[in-house]
């Protein structure tokens, strides 16, 4: 059935970097388009990215556009999400997810990224 | 961006409980409207797409309906296993938006 696995979060100081990645298993990850959903604490979700499969359209948030870049690696069935200018408003658990049926059919179970100094 | 607007914010029930929440569009979204449930600490299950189609495992006491600008997500007879906060999501326009959430409570 497949299974999504989120790594790379945790405390960044304000201003840092930061790469999340996903591990894609159990399907053919090169076939879907594959977004980043993040969600900060009390909040609803907040879509945050999305590659197609070809891996070369991507589109962003207006709220990370120009500071974070998300990219694939087919051959390492790998999602990633470079973040960098990082400020207290990006703090959330960051969720990959598969796009299907006109939605997100797939997610992992999140990485938490916390902003603080 | 489309906005969406989840009432109620939260809500008490008892097993067997037929539970209605309501999702509204800040503009016509045509069908194009899913549901996800979430629960603490797991990842979220994509319940219902394109308004009432339930995703394959889905339990039949789950069902949706609207169009337009108004949708509700129904459980007919509620679950021990339901209690959780259940999410709709627009797919007509992006940014793809979510409303901000219904929990389900006992």
């Known amino acids: 059935q497949g299974q999504l696995v989120e790594s790379g979060g945790g405390v960044v100081q304000p201003g840092r970097s930061l790469r999340l990645s996903c591990a894609a298993s159990g399907f053919s990850f090169r076939r879907f388009g594959m977004h980043w959903i993040r969600q900060a604490p009390g909040k609803g979700p907040e879509w945050v990215a999305v590659?197609?499969?070809?891996?070369?359209?991507?589109y962003y948030a207006d709220s990370v556009k120009g500071r974070f870049i998300i990219s694939r690696d087919d051959s390492q069935n790998t999602l990633y999400l470079e973040m960098s200018s990082l400020s207290a408003e990006d703090t959330a658990v960051y969720f990959c997810?598969?796009?299907?049926?006109?939605?997100?059919?797939?997610w992992g179970q999140g990485t938490m990224v916390s902003v603080s100094s | 961006d489309i906005q969406m607007t989840q009432s109620p914010s939260s809500l008490s029930a008892s097993v067997g409980d037929r539970v209605t929440i309501t999702c509204r569009a800040s503009q016509s979204i045509n069908s194009n409207l899913n549901w996800y449930q979430r629960k603490p600490g797991k990842a979220p299950v994509f319940l219902i797409y394109a308004v009432s189609t339930l995703q394959s495992g889905v339990p039949s006491r789950f069902s949706g309906s609207g169009s337009g600008t108004d949708f509700t997500l129904t459980i007919s007879s509620l679950q021990p296993e339901d209690f959780a906060t259940y999410y709709c999501q627009q797919s007509y326009s992006s940014p793809w938006t979510f409303g901000q959430g219904t929990k389900v409570e006992i």
């Open positions: 997810a598969r796009e299907a049926f006109d939605g997100f059919d797939m």
């Open positions: 590659i197609w499969y070809n891996a070369i359209n991507k």
